[in-house]
């Protein structure tokens, strides 16, 4: 049978290790760096002439006639945007890291960060993409999807990109 003194040291080295591991998890929590870290890996690169440069494509949810939505997360290298296009049925993007740019036709460039939504209506003509100086990466939602594909147009000017 194990004594007293044996018990308590088994217990304290418990409770030690348990100590650590907690202090360990928050510092992570609260670390910046970890706030950086992707929810989803990038996906596959894109290989099309609908962006301006780099970007990556990790589809969440593929289209389907059940639930007429597509879920893809997207990353962009820093500068690189969609060309012009519109959604039949409208799309919704949600800004997860970086800082990014969203243009809808006839407005302003809006300046994206980390929390923002943007809610695009149907066969609104807009681009978006990463800000010159950061790497931008969204969840981009296709809505009602039953209404037709993305139409891709004409690709985003400099000046167009970077008017204020």
């Known amino acids: 049978m194990m004594n007293f003194k044996k018990i308590a040291v088994l217990f304290l080295s418990g409770v030690l290790a348990f ?3 907690q202090q360990n998890k928050s510092a992570q929590a609260t670390d910046p760096e970890s706030q950086k ?3 989803f890996p990038k996906g596959t690169k894109i290989a099309n002439d609908n962006f301006s440069g780099t970007a990556w494509l990790n589809m969440l949810v ?3 006639t059940t639930q007429n939505t597509s879920i893809g997360n997207v990353t962009f290298e820093p500068g690189v945007r969609t060309n012009w296009h519109y959604h039949p049925g409208g799309q919704i993007l949600l800004a997860t890291s970086g800082k990014g740019r ?5 407005t ?3 300046e994206l960060q980390r929390g923002d ?3 695009c209506a149907a066969n609104i003509r807009h681009w978006h993409g990463a800000a010159p100086d950061s790497e931008f990466i969204h ?3 296709g809505t009602n999807t039953g209404k037709g594909a993305v139409v891709w147009l004409q690709p985003v000017t400099d000046e167009e990109y970077n008017r204020q």
């Open 117 to 119: 939504v943007i809610k």
């Open 37 to 39: 870290a992707e929810i």
């Open 108 to 110: 302003a460039v809006r």
């Open 19 to 21: 100590s650590c591991t």
């Open 102 to 106: 969203y243009q809808e036709e006839g």
């Open 139 to 141: 969840i981009a939602i």
């Open 62 to 64: 593929a289209n389907d």
